[in-house]
Each structure stands twice: as C-alpha cells, then as structure tokens.
C-alpha cells in the first residue's frame, strides 16, 4: 500500500500522533458532551479508552472515525481534520453494537465491507481467519453466538487494512478466553504498525494497553500508562486506582486539568 | 460514483433478499394473485358492444402500481434497519459514496422489480387474455419506472421514521392519495381542480397516463415519452433528496 504514507503528511516514527486532540468539544444536540479535552494518540500502539458509561467514550470515538460533529477545538487524525475524506481510506471503526448485516453470511459481510475499500477475496479470507471464524465463513450471522457477531463485525473492519482502528468496547460479551484471544491479536496488529484504539469499562483491560485516556464526566483524567495509573491511584488493581484518582479529582476541586504524572509527582497532590 | 461499490451494494441487497424466501415470494406471487381477483371481481359484467371490459382498464394500471407499493414498502424497511442497525453509519465512514448505496438499493430493487412485472405482466396477458393495443414491453417499462419511483420514496421516507412500525404508516401518507388521484378511480379531468392540482403533481398520475397511451396507441407516442421523462425525472429528483437524508456526521 504505498499510497498510504506519503499523501497524509505525517513522519512514520514513534514521535508522530495518530491522533491529536485540542480543546475538544462535543454537543450531542444540545447537551454538551465532551468539555475540551487534550491528548495526543501516539502511533503504533494500543490505546485504551477508559471511563464509567456516560463519560463520553463513544462520542469521542465517533469524532474521531468522523460520523459526529465537532462543536469546538480540533481533532487531526493521521495529520488531517476527522472526517476528511482521504481518512475514509485509512480508519477502521467497529461500532459498539455488531453493525454487520444479519441475514448475510459471514463471507459476505466481510466480502461487502471490503468492496468499499477495493478489497478482493485474499483480505476478505485474511480478514475471516484474523477473527478466527473460518470454519463459519459460510454460516448465516444471525445464526451465530453474539461473541461471533462481534467477531464478524471487527472482521469487516480488518479487510480494509487501516492505519487506525477504532474499537468500541470490542470484548463486551465475550468470554475470558475469547477476550485474552482478541486482546492478543490486538497485539500483533500493533506489532505491524496499527495504532488501536481501544474502549472498555472493564478496568482489568486497562493493562493490555500501551497508553491509557482516562475520561470522566466529558473530560479527560489523565492520559497515562498503566504502570502510571497504579502508583497514581495507589493500587495495583487498576479498578481502585482509577477510583482513587477521581476521588482525588473531585477533592481538587470542580476544574479537572488533565495532567501528566510528572505534573502531578511536581506538586504532589497525589502524595 | 464508483460503479464497483454500487454493484457491490446491488449484489449486497439482493443476496439480503436471498435468503428470505418468504419476501420473495410475496413479492412475485401477491400481484398475480390480487389481478386473479379483480379478473374474477369483474367477470360478471355484462357491456355493451365494443366496450373495453374493466378489467382491460383496472387490472393495466394495477400492473403499475403494483411494483410502486411493494418497493415502497420492502425498500423504506430495509433502509430503516439499515439506519437503525449502525450498518450505514458504518458504511459512511468508509470511501462509499452515498450515489453508490442509493443507485445499488435502486438497481437491486428494480431488478425485482422487473421480474414481479414480468409475471404480473404474463398472467394478465396469457391467463386472463389482457386486451390493450399497445406492446407488453412498454407495460413492463412502465411498471419498472414505477418500481424505481417507489424505491426512491422509500429510501427518502425512512428518513423520517425512527422504527419499523412508523416506516410502515408512511404508506397511507405517501402511496394511498396517489393511488385515489392517478386516475384509476376518477378519470382526472372530472376531478374537481383543486384534486386534479395534486394530481398533477404527484408521480403515479404519469405512469397511468403513459399506460393508458399503451392501451390506445399500437406504438409509443410522444405523450408516452413525456410521460415516461417525468416519472424518471420525478425519480431521480426524489432520490437526490433522499441523498441528503444520508448524513456522514450528526450534530
């Protein structure tokens, strides 16, 4: 694929944000959602998008595939404003709730979602096995298990090789070993390159991730490891680490500033 | 406009359409089954001399409308769940253009479309030996515009349901006054003006009028042409409006 790196501008490298995120606000019709937020994606990893439900997970999610308008502040994925058309090409997006066509088999829903990216019958065979439902390929999906349908769903997402996947809550529903055997080819892809990011509420996954956004109430905690988090908030169970830290915000004060360990280690709030 | 991802979209639909057996088979057998009916509905009727029979008028203009109100309806359910299932929210993230989806739901349908018409179509001729003056052909032309008319309705009202049942209610609003104007009840130049003013206005008024050119005229006139222009006029002008129904980014 080598129209893929040159035309977006961004340096291939560590140092270069997949995506980039500046005093970003969200409205979801007249409710405001997301209340500025700041962060920075780094290429090549897996990220976790974290918080309690209602935090604005999805919103921040479909901002960055492109499907939901900005009402403040920017978002540059891969080099370019969310929802340019070039980034069509190079995001992935796996919505929450399986959006694969039932009454189709799982060949054809991979086969069709390959289509919109030019893709022939070696991705779409790729894409199946990446999953692991080869042996269903041919099965109806409205006959598969709901782990499966998950499955079917981020396999339309893999035919299309993107630079950048956005997955939200890809391991809700999906039992220990499916989930450690999903978490594993996120792995991988990220080994090859993929930036992944990844939502979640179940705070055990947090440390599956290179980076993590903690976001809370439309507004970002902190963006930080998981190694970070623990000592943060006191605990090696991410759980009470995350809630120590939003105790800790809200004894702050009101104005959660998102801030990075070094910051919070300087003036020792958290000590 | 990429011709492969509109084919690709066409062979999606279908295949959809495939697998529901039961689909299928309302959509070829219901029409010749309800032009059974009207057939038997007028058999009785005694005419004087030379008198076309009702069901030479009534069962042609079925044959058109037919192919408006099963598209209508099979096209706004399966964009509604299209809508409401995240698949083409999904879609529009990818490089699809939206001319691409509509074309390809257009396309598919149309094709069923087409094959409902064909049957319809043979049994009015060959079963209940249906009397017009002009070709079959046109009658089939005519009942497939009037399929794509009916798709590009359906594809621009679920637009506006939020579920299966609201979707199916637009019938009554969109698909019945035309029914009760095109003429087919009351030829239009009795209608009082204000009724004949909709007429004129609404698509399937045309697809009666260009049938009732078939049934008078051995071949295509100028008015059937006309005619023709407007309903696929009418059409793409619908399903252009249903392309702004398609939003890649909500507020």
Same mark, same amino acid.
């Given at each position: 694929m080598s129209h893929l790196a040159a035309p977006l501008g961004t340096a291939r490298g560590q140092d270069a944000a997949a995506v980039a995120a500046s005093a970003l606000r969200v409205n979801l019709g007249r409710r405001p959602v997301l209340l500025g937020v700041d962060f920075s994606i780094p290429a090549g990893g897996i990220t976790g998008l974290l918080g309690p439900s209602g935090s604005g997970k999805t919103t921040l999610m479909r901002t960055i595939v492109g499907a939901q308008r900005i009402a403040g502040g920017t978002v540059e994925v891969l080099g370019l404003p969310a929802g340019t058309a070039a980034l069509r090409r190079q995001v992935g997006y796996v919505t929450q709730s399986p959006s694969v066509y039932p009454d189709l088999t799982v060949e054809a829903n991979v086969r069709y979602f390959g289509a919109m990216h030019r893709k022939g019958k070696t991705d779409v065979a790729e894409a199946i096995a990446a999953v692991g439902l080869e042996p269903l390929a041919r099965r109806k999906t409205a006959d598969l298990s709901g782990g499966q349908v998950n499955r079917v769903s981020l396999a339309c997402a893999l035919v299309a090789h993107p630079r950048l996947l956005v997955l939200d809550e890809p391991t809700v529903g999906l039992d220990p070993v499916l989930r450690a055997d999903l978490w594993e080819r996120f792995r991988a892809m990220a080994r090859a390159g993929t930036t992944l990011l990844v939502s979640s509420h *179940?705070?055990?996954?947090?440390?599956?991730?290179d980076t993590l956004l903690l976001l809370r109430e439309g507004r970002l905690l902190a963006q930080l490891t998981p190694a970070e988090l623990s000592r943060r908030g006191h605990s090696s169970n991410l759980e009470q680490a995350f809630l120590a830290m939003i105790q800790a915000a809200d004894h702050a004060g009101t104005a959660v500033e998102p801030e990075t360990a070094e910051s919070a280690r300087r003036d020792g709030r958290l000590h | 406009m990429d011709f492969l991802m509109m084919l690709a979209t066409t062979r999606r639909v279908l295949s959809q359409l495939r697998h529901d057996h039961r689909s299928i088979a309302l959509i070829l057998v219901v029409p010749a089954m309800l032009l059974t009916a009207v057939y038997f509905l007028y058999e009785n009727e005694s005419l004087p001399p030379g008198v076309p029979r009702t069901f030479d008028r009534v069962g042609l203009m079925m044959l058109a409308i037919f192919p408006f109100v099963v598209m209508f309806l099979v096209t706004s359910i399966t964009m509604l769940r299209e809508r409401t299932s995240g698949t083409l929210e999904r879609l529009l993230?990818?490089? *699809?253009h939206k001319a691409d989806l509509l074309f390809g739901y257009g396309v598919a349908f149309s094709l069923m479309a087409a094959l409902q018409s064909l049957v319809a179509t043979a049994v009015a001729y060959w079963i209940f030996g249906l009397d017009i003056v002009g070709a079959p052909a046109y009658v089939v032309l005519i009942a497939v515009i009037n399929a794509v008319l009916g798709v590009a309705l359906g594809l621009f009202c679920s637009a506006f349901a939020r579920t299966e049942f609201q979707a199916v209610q637009f019938m009554p609003v969109v698909v019945v006054p035309q029914i009760l104007l095109c003429g087919l009840f009351v030829a239009r130049d009795r209608m009082n003006d204000l009724l004949e003013a909709i007429s004129n206005v609404l698509p399937l008024t045309y697809s009666v009028d260009a049938l009732q050119e078939v049934a008078a005229h051995a071949e295509a006139t100028s008015r059937l042409w006309q005619d023709v222009a407007a309903m696929a006029g009418i059409s793409l002008g619908i399903l252009v409006l249903a392309a702004l129904t398609l939003r890649r980014r909500t507020a």
């Amino acid at each position: 694929m080598s129209h893929l790196a040159a035309p977006l501008g961004t340096a291939r490298g560590q140092d270069a944000a997949a995506v980039a995120a500046s005093a970003l606000r969200v409205n979801l019709g007249r409710r405001p959602v997301l209340l500025g937020v700041d962060f920075s994606i780094p290429a090549g990893g897996i990220t976790g998008l974290l918080g309690p439900s209602g935090s604005g997970k999805t919103t921040l999610m479909r901002t960055i595939v492109g499907a939901q308008r900005i009402a403040g502040g920017t978002v540059e994925v891969l080099g370019l404003p969310a929802g340019t058309a070039a980034l069509r090409r190079q995001v992935g997006y796996v919505t929450q709730s399986p959006s694969v066509y039932p009454d189709l088999t799982v060949e054809a829903n991979v086969r069709y979602f390959g289509a919109m990216h030019r893709k022939g019958k070696t991705d779409v065979a790729e894409a199946i096995a990446a999953v692991g439902l080869e042996p269903l390929a041919r099965r109806k999906t409205a006959d598969l298990s709901g782990g499966q349908v998950n499955r079917v769903s981020l396999a339309c997402a893999l035919v299309a090789h993107p630079r950048l996947l956005v997955l939200d809550e890809p391991t809700v529903g999906l039992d220990p070993v499916l989930r450690a055997d999903l978490w594993e080819r996120f792995r991988a892809m990220a080994r090859a390159g993929t930036t992944l990011l990844v939502s979640s509420h *179940v705070m055990e996954e947090a440390s599956r991730c290179d980076t993590l956004l903690l976001l809370r109430e439309g507004r970002l905690l902190a963006q930080l490891t998981p190694a970070e988090l623990s000592r943060r908030g006191h605990s090696s169970n991410l759980e009470q680490a995350f809630l120590a830290m939003i105790q800790a915000a809200d004894h702050a004060g009101t104005a959660v500033e998102p801030e990075t360990a070094e910051s919070a280690r300087r003036d020792g709030r958290l000590h | 406009m990429d011709f492969l991802m509109m084919l690709a979209t066409t062979r999606r639909v279908l295949s959809q359409l495939r697998h529901d057996h039961r689909s299928i088979a309302l959509i070829l057998v219901v029409p010749a089954m309800l032009l059974t009916a009207v057939y038997f509905l007028y058999e009785n009727e005694s005419l004087p001399p030379g008198v076309p029979r009702t069901f030479d008028r009534v069962g042609l203009m079925m044959l058109a409308i037919f192919p408006f109100v099963v598209m209508f309806l099979v096209t706004s359910i399966t964009m509604l769940r299209e809508r409401t299932s995240g698949t083409l929210e999904r879609l529009l993230t990818t490089p *699809v253009h939206k001319a691409d989806l509509l074309f390809g739901y257009g396309v598919a349908f149309s094709l069923m479309a087409a094959l409902q018409s064909l049957v319809a179509t043979a049994v009015a001729y060959w079963i209940f030996g249906l009397d017009i003056v002009g070709a079959p052909a046109y009658v089939v032309l005519i009942a497939v515009i009037n399929a794509v008319l009916g798709v590009a309705l359906g594809l621009f009202c679920s637009a506006f349901a939020r579920t299966e049942f609201q979707a199916v209610q637009f019938m009554p609003v969109v698909v019945v006054p035309q029914i009760l104007l095109c003429g087919l009840f009351v030829a239009r130049d009795r209608m009082n003006d204000l009724l004949e003013a909709i007429s004129n206005v609404l698509p399937l008024t045309y697809s009666v009028d260009a049938l009732q050119e078939v049934a008078a005229h051995a071949e295509a006139t100028s008015r059937l042409w006309q005619d023709v222009a407007a309903m696929a006029g009418i059409s793409l002008g619908i399903l252009v409006l249903a392309a702004l129904t398609l939003r890649r980014r909500t507020a």
